[in-house]
Structure formats: structure tokens, C-alpha cells
């Protein structure tokens, strides 16, 4: 199957569903994720900074760009400008920032921010726990915040072939988001993404309600690591 073959394959799987599909171009080669602009897409996710900027560069500057990895707060500049989504918001701190380089960038729409909760039971190393989560939405930099519009939660599951145990984890993201949508955003219609499920464990997270898929292998192929 082409790069193409694998977009319209999952524009067809997508189609009447309300998820959308996030193509993670991380370690692919620009000729590759140019294949996947001429088949019409546009949503495209990177997980280092680094990358995303030289990308971003070289490709089309219609593509909305998701950042979807760890992200240092000394790093936001480089993003800040043109950045779509951040799907990694993890801390107070980081969100802080991101507003303010937006600002100074004087950015016309916000930065789209969603808040990164762990799920899954393994190395826990990012994303945070509800009550992290919900102590930002509680405090007051955030309520001061002009450039930051929170539209979301990701969640990455537990790297794992057990069906059960995915489902769960994703069931969960999805009742911490019906949480936070009830508590914190009833009225606000930015708050509507669940960005969950990747090239594995896709179909399972559609099921569960995911509304952005994250799918590198399954449309670029596997990764090397070593170029
Ligand atoms: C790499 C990555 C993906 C995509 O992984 P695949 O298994 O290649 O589909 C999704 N989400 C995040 C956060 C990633 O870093």
C-alpha cells in the first residue's frame, strides 16, 4: 500500500465518525509526509521540537502541526508561533509559558492546548495525574490566560497486546474527560478532543470514543531509528 492508499484507507474508516486522524510523521523524511499532503491530508503530528521546526519549514504552511511529545518549557519559543495543537500539556508551568510566548508572538487564534493524563500503568514518566489536571484548571494564571485555549485530553495506553486492559485504560481517559467536561467546560464548546489510540490499538479507542487517532507506522511505515 502507498502513503496514499494509507490516507484514503483511513479517511474511509473515519468517515462518519467524529475522530479525525493525526498522521505522526516522527523520523520520516519529508518526501514521505509530502506523499501524504498531495493525498489531501493536513493534520500531522511530531514528537521533538527540533523536528517539527524543520519540518514545519520545508512542508506546506496550510498543515496544522500537533505537538504530541514531552515538551520543555525552554523549548516553547521555538514552536510557539505557528504551533496548531499541543496535545502534551503537563504541568502549570508549561501552559504558563506557551501563553507567553504566544503573546509575544501577538498570535491571532490561541494555541490549542490539551492536557496530557497517564493512563497507562507503565512508565509513567509524562502526563499527569486528574488532580494535577484539575488544579490547573483551578488556579488563577490559568483563568488569566488569553493565548491558550484548552480543547482536550491525550492519553497514551500501556504498550501491551492485552484488549481488556487497553479498553479499560481507554475508558478511563474517556470518563476523566466527561469529568473535566462537566466540572470545568459545560458551556464551552472548545473542550471536545479525546486524542487517543495509535496504530495498534486504533480501532479499539475509536470504540471507546476517541476523537483524534495518532497513526505513524500504520501510514509511513516502521521507523528507523538509525539514519
Ligand atoms: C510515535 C507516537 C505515536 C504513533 O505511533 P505509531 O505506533 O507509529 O502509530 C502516537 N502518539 C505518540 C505520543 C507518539 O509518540
Given at each position: ?72 518549557t ?15 500539556v ?44 484539575e ?71 475509536l ?21
Amino acid at each position: 500500500m502507498s502513503i496514499k492508499d494509507n490516507i484514503l484507507y483511513f479517511d474511509e474508516q473515519l468517515r462518519n465518525t467524529p475522530c479525525r486522524l493525526i498522521a505522526v510523521t516522527k523520523t520520516h523524511p519529508i518526501k514521505t509526509i509530502q506523499e501524504a499532503y498531495d493525498a489531501g491530508h493536513r493534520l500531522f503530528g511530531e514528537n521533538k521540537v527540533q523536528e517539527l521546526v524543520e519540518k514545519r519549514d520545508l512542508l506546506p504552511h496550510d498543515i496544522a502541526w500537533h505537538l504530541i511529545g514531552h515538551l520543555q518549557t525552554n523549548k516553547v519559543k521555538y514552536i510557539a508561533q505557528f504551533v496548531d495543537t499541543i496535545q502534551s500539556v503537563d504541568s502549570l508551568k508549561l501552559l504558563v509559558e506557551i501563553n507567553k510566548r504566544a503573546e509575544q508572538f501577538n498570535r491571532t487564534l490561541p494555541v490549542n492546548c490539551m492536557l496530557q493524563i497517564s493512563i497507562a500503568d507503565e512508565e509513567t514518566k509524562y502526563g499527569m495525574t486528574m488532580e494535577e489536571a484539575e488544579a490547573i484548571l483551578q488556579s488563577e494564571e490559568y483563568r488569566q490566560m488569553k493565548y491558550i485555549r484548552i480543547t482536550g485530553v491525550m492519553g497514551i495506553a500501556t504498550n501491551t497486546d492485552d484488549e481488556g486492559k487497553l479498553r479499560g485504560e481507554f475508558r478511563q481517559l474517556r470518563y476523566n474527560f466527561l469529568h473535566l467536561k462537566e466540572k470545568y467546560f459545560f458551556a464551552n464548546d472548545d473542550f471536545k478532543e479525546i486524542s487517543m489510540g495509535m496504530t495498534s490499538d486504533w480501532k479499539i479507542a475509536l470504540e471507546e470514543g476517541s476523537t483524534m487517532i495518532r497513526v505513524g507506522s500504520g501510514i509511513f511505515g516502521n521507523r528507523n531509528y538509525n539514519r
